[in-house]
């Protein structure tokens, strides 16, 4: 078996503050297969953005940050690789979309010079005339129906939902191996951000690209992955693929995530005891679905 | 049953880059005291707008408003803006930071002039007990605080000056999946316990199910459909009603199943 898109082992990550170390992370491993889509789920503070930014080496610039572990990519440990070569992955083979799509794009330049920027950093020879056809062609993959006129747009004349698709077009533009998603909705309102998903999922898959998508969102999460690693508190607890997580939860952190969320068919709101004993119970990984038995 | 509230053909117009926009058109709806009443729609279908209208923080531009039976001015008289109460989306830039909890309630209770001065310590201390806090947090700045604990001193500032009708515009979605169950079951023990009156604004469906006695549709500062929680959900009468249920991520078959059957009554 060729070797897996992403491989995370025992990442450790903590933050040295004045008054002492704060953990972050303490020791995840996940990884994700060619074409998988694996969703990292967990509330805020959990660990779950850090990691996305470990991965695109954005983190390992913050001089406080500890940082140990080892992190795989296509087979290359991204530790030993040149600041130069690490820095040429970001935007051609991994990249990333963020939760809110207006501030993730340059107000001050319309939408085809930062897409030119985007495609140059792939092929730094790109002249205009190219660019601006393969940017319309990625538009068009994300049903925008007017690329021209979205190409001379500024990031505030479009909607959030149009601005995320923009995103999206710009992330694939280069059909990257690896695409890290950080609550890809969360900004959107819920029929734009169920459109944006469906997209997103069609245009993964026709390209085959692995997808490392981050939410806080179970609903959405059951909608796109295949997989799911459950994180808290810097700590994976449980790890499944999407159906035996959702139909059989194990660990007690996820059992009381589930039962919180409200029900589209009624039934009240959830009572949530404030136990929280058992949250940090060892991992549970359901069967089949261990790192061991995963990469073997 | 009376109303509480009552909007009568209200609308409300911005002027945007020199054009006249109407943000909401000719709404009329009642709320019953003692109900929950959600007011749901997209970003930009007027739910916020309709909310700082209700409050006073604009005025309408056509139409009126009453309460309790009587039409709101205006401008506001302080026993209208003690009556109608505005829990926000999020309490860190809701709740001044200079001030700790105990000032920001504080206020509440000398504006309004609610009780004897002294048995005002004592007073604070009970609303933070009302809310499922420590009396000893009245201390506390809002930044020692977590989201939801910022949350619920939001909701008892809401309510410290005796307030009637609470106006929640999006009180849970700033918060995480846990403290959401938390924070909305308080909710709904205060209105059982108060009698109060909620008129709930959100686009999470979810909740609205759990929490609302019924429910408003917005679309484009439209009232499109009103009904019962339980009749719109099991059989709403607008198709974009319909697309706002299906649309809702879910986590279970059942409600996998629930999205199908609404959109399958369509076809």
Redesign the interface.
């Given at each position: 078996m060729s070797a897996p898109t992403l491989k995370i082992e025992n990442l450790k990550l903590g933050f040295k503050l004045w008054s002492g170390m704060v953990e972050v992370l303490h020791g995840i491993s996940l990884h994700i297969g060619k074409g998988e889509r694996v969703a990292l789920v967990g509330?805020?503070g959990s660990g779950k953005s850090v990691t996305a930014r470990i991965v695109l080496g954005m983190l390992q610039e913050i001089s406080t940050a500890r940082i140990s572990g080892s992190l795989n990519f296509e087979g290359i440990d991204l530790d030993k690789l040149k600041p130069r070569d690490r820095h040429h992955l970001r935007g051609t083979r991994m990249s990333m979309i963020f939760q809110d799509p207006t501030s993730s794009l340059n107000p001050v330049y319309p939408i085809f010079t930062q897409f030119r920027e985007v495609l140059a950093r792939a092929n730094p020879a790109i002249g205009e005339a190219e660019a601006r056809m393969k940017a319309i062609a990625a538009l068009a993959d994300v049903s925008i129906n007017e690329p021209e006129r979205v190409l001379d747009s500024y990031a505030f004349q479009l909607s959030?939902g149009m601005n995320q698709r923009v995103m999206i077009a710009m992330a694939l533009a280069n059909n990257p191996s690896l695409l890290l998603a950080d609550e890809p909705g969360t900004a959107l309102?819920?029929?734009?951000?169920?459109q944006t998903l469906k997209l997103m999922s069609d245009l993964v898959e026709q390209h085959g690209t692995s997808v490392l998508f981050i939410s806080?969102?179970?609903?959405?999460v059951?909608?796109f992955a295949d997989r799911v690693y459950v994180i808290y508190k810097g700590r994976i607890v449980e790890q499944a693929t999407t159906k035996q997580l959702?139909?059989d939860p194990q660990h007690p952190y996820t059992r009381?995530?589930?039962s919180?969320?409200?029900?589209?068919?009624?039934?009240?709101?959830?009572?949530?005891a404030e136990d929280t004993a058992g949250f940090l119970d060892p991992l549970i990984a359901h069967p089949g679905a261990s790192e061991k038995e995963r990469l073997a | 049953m009376s109303a509480i509230l009552e909007l009568n053909g209200v609308s409300k117009e911005f002027a945007v880059n020199g054009r006249r926009t109407k943000a909401v058109d000719n709404v009329s709806f009642a709320v019953e005291k003692g109900e929950c009443l959600a007011i749901v729609g997209?970003?930009g279908s007027g739910k916020s707008t309709i909310a700082n209208m209700i409050l006073g923080i604009y005025g309408t531009t056509a139409g009126t408003i009453a309460f309790a039976g009587e039409p709101l001015p205006e401008r506001r008289e302080k026993r209208h803006r003690r009556a109608i109460q505005l829990v926000q989306q999020n309490p860190l830039s809701s709740l001044n930071p200079r001030r700790t909890v105990g000032a920001s309630l504080r206020l509440a209770l000398d504006v309004h002039e609610i009780g004897p001065k002294a048995e005002r310590a004592a007073r604070i201390g009970a609303l933070l007990q009302e809310v499922g806090l420590e009396p000893d947090y009245a201390r506390r700045s809002p930044a020692a605080l977590s989201?939801g604990q910022r949350q619920r001193v939001a909701i008892a500032r809401a309510l410290a000056c005796e307030s009637e009708l609470v106006v929640l515009d999006e009180p849970t979605s700033a918060l995480?999946?846990?403290v959401?169950?938390?924070v909305?079951?308080l909710l709904?023990e205060l209105k059982a316990k108060r009698g109060l009156t909620y008129v709930f604004i959100t686009?999470?469906?979810?909740?609205v199910?759990?929490?609302a006695d019924r429910v408003a549709v917005f679309e484009r500062g439209r009232l499109i459909e009103i009904g019962t929680t339980e009749a719109l959900?099991s059989s709403p009468t607008q198709d974009y009603t319909r697309?706002?249920?299906?649309?809702?991520?879910?986590?279970?078959?059942?409600?996998a199943a629930?999205?199908q059957h609404i959109m399958g009554d369509q076809a």
């Open positions: 509330e805020s959030g309102d819920v029929t734009v951000q169920a806080h969102n179970l609903g959405v059951r909608e959702f139909s009381a995530l589930l919180a969320v409200p029900r589209i068919t009624g039934g009240g709101i959830p009572d949530i | 997209e970003s989201g995480d999946v846990l959401q169950a938390r909305l079951r709904a686009h999470d469906l979810s909740v199910r759990n929490i959900f697309r706002l249920i299906s649309a809702v991520p879910v986590v279970s078959d059942e409600e629930m999205r």
